[in-house]
């Protein structure tokens, strides 16, 4: 049985302009828990309730919403259509340039895909850009949208592939001083970084 990939795209820098296929390159090795009735062994219902009025809420009292401040704010089907990105077969992985991979942090790394030209027209165009990444020692710097969330990555030549890494925007990155830590840097002996190394 063959592995399904994790979505579609079509990359598109300059002239180039190819379709390919993404397959994430871990699984989580995590086991999946349900959470059973002691007594049957079967899995529970989840009961929605409203903390609140302490009403059990059914679907169609349900609305979607967001936190504003100190308060949540309903958002209407029609609105939330408005804000949500066109679906991902309508937005290419958009290339706005190159970069110095090693210009980025490794804090900023999410997840990570496999790139496999999807068709036989698509292999000459992979093999042109994934040699000219390789060649220049250089990532392509993409936006894209995946099940209607904008995705910031970055695109890597490995053995045959191209390698796309999920990176986090910067603007979601925190610092130990978003925690309100602070580390002072201690003095060292030489002698007991030679103990730890050695």
Known sequence: MGTRASFNGRIVFRALHFDV???AVAESAKEHLHILH???GVPINMIAMCPQCGQNITAENRVMGAAWEDRFVAITKEELEQITPEAEENRPLLVAGTIDPSQVNPLWYDKNYYLQPSD???KISYATFSRALYEERSAAVVTYVVRGKYHLGMI???ENSLILC??????HIKS??????ENEPL???KEAVTLVVN
């Open 21 to 23: 296929k993404a397959y």
């Open 38 to 40: 002691n007594k049957c």
């Open 120 to 122: 036989y027209g698509s």
């Open 156 to 158: 890597l030549p490995a």
């Open 166 to 171: 999920d990176v986090y925007y910067p603007e």
């Open 176 to 181: 130990l001083k978003d925690y309100n830590i």
């Open 187 to 189: 003095a060292v002996t």
